[in-house]
C-alpha cells in the first residue's frame, strides 16, 4: 500500500474515516471525525486535507469534524471548469446539505480560507462562525503586486506564475518538489514544521500535470472572484482572523471592509503556515472562538 494514500494516512488518525460523495456534479473527498457541532475545514495550496492533520484531534474533542480537499485537491474531482470560489463554496454547501447539516462552523487556510469567505457571503444561513487562517481572499491590490521582488518580507511570485496557463504544468510535472520545498522554505519559520513525509504526503498529489492545472485554475479564476466580490453583503456573522505577523494587516485590513464584526489573533514566530507550526496555540483558538 502507498504509505502517502489517504486509506494509509487515515490509519495514522484514529477515530477518523474517509469519504466521498458527489456534491454539484463532481466527487469531493471528505475525512470526518469528532462529535458535536459541525466544523468544516478547508486547506490550501499546494496542500491537501493532510495540512490539519495536527489540530483535528483536539478539534474533534469538542466537534465534528469536516476536513475537505477542494475542488481540484488531493482525492477529490479535478474538473476542467468551476474553480470561481463561489462556486467552490456551492459545492462544500452541496457538502454539508448532503451530511445533514443545516448550519457549520467553518475554517480555511490560503486558498480553502477564500472559500471558506465565499461561502459565508453566498449562504449565510448555513454559517455559524467563519475563521480565516493567514489569508484574505483576492482584491484588487492583487493586481498592485510587484513583477520582482523590492525588499518585502515574501514575495509571492506565484500568484502570478500560478495564473499563467499549461506552462506551470509542463514545467513541474515530475519536478514539483522543487517548488514545494521553496515555498515551504521560504514561509515557514520552523522548517521542520511540515516534515519530510508531509512534503511527500503534499508531493503525491502535485505531481503531475492534471493536478497542478487543477490548482493553478484556484488562481486562474481570481479575476472573477474578485469581481463577483464586488456584490456580495457584508459577513454578519461572527469572524476571527488568524495571522502570522507578515499577513496581519492584510487580513485585517480585508475583514474590516467585509465583515461587520471580527476579531484578530496574530501568531508570533510563524509564517503562513499558522496551524503546523503552532498547531496547539490554533486548536485553542479555534475551540476558544467556538465556545
Known sequence: MNQYSTESLIRKMPGFSSH?????????????????????????????WWSFHHIMPAL??????????LRGMGD????????SKKNMANDIKGLVAALGYDRVHMAGHDIGANVAYAFAANHP???????????PPPDENM?????????????PWWVAFNQVRDLPAQLLEGRFGLLLDHLLDKLLVNKEAISDFDRSVYLQHYNNKENIRASNAWYQAFG?????????????????????????EILDSFL????????????????????????????NAILDFLK
Open 60 to 69: 474533534a474533542e469538542k466537534h465534528t469534524v469536516i476536513v475537505v480537499d
Open 125 to 135: 444561513e448555513s454559517i455559524n462562525r467563519l475563521i480565516l487562517l493567514d489569508t
Open 256 to 283: 474590516s471592509q467585509h465583515v461587520l464584526e471580527h476579531e484578530m489573533m496574530q501568531v508570533e514566530g510563524v509564517g503562513h503556515f499558522v496551524h503546523e507550526e503552532k498547531p496547539e496555540q490554533i486548536a
Open 20 to 48: 466521498i460523495l458527489k456534491v454539484n456534479d463532481i466527487h469531493l473527498h471528505y475525512v470526518i471525525g469528532g462529535s458535536g457541532e459541525p466544523l468544516v475545514l478547508l486547506p490550501g495550496w499546494p496542500q491537501t
Open 143 to 155: 493586481y498592485r503586486l510587484p513583477m520582482l521582488p523590492v525588499g518585502t518580507p515574501v514575495y
Open 224 to 248: 472573477q472572484d474578485i469581481s463577483e466580490q464586488k456584490t456580495y453583503p457584508k459577513i454578519k456573522n461572527s469572524t476571527k482572523g488568524i495571522a502570522s505577523s507578515s499577513n496581519f
Open 76 to 83: 477529490s474531482d479535478k474538473p476542467l471548469e468551476g474553480y
